[in-house]
């Protein structure tokens, strides 16, 4: 049975597709168009065919986007601290 998720009415399907098409940046566009997606009345499935990604990354991106809204969306990478150093001083 395929799974739907709720998608917090943030932004009308409209407004969500137009900021997909416009984003520069292409994390923050895959983001948008994900979520677009399913505020469209997709299901997990069918959008993880669609853009490649995995269900469980698309169902946290979800929940993400309903805590926080379209902030959520862009890259976090930036606030990962990353892997302690190897080497020694």
Known sequence: MPKYVHI???LSPDELEQRYR???DPVERSH????????CGKNIKEVAEVTGYCAHWIRILAR??????PAALADQRQHNRGAP???TD
């Open 32 to 39: 948008f168009q994900m979520i677009w997606l399913l505020a």
């Open 8 to 10: 917090a009415a943030h």
């Open 22 to 24: 416009k984003a520069d």
């Open 85 to 87: 150093s190897l080497l």
């Open 64 to 69: 993400r986007y309903h805590r926080e809204g």
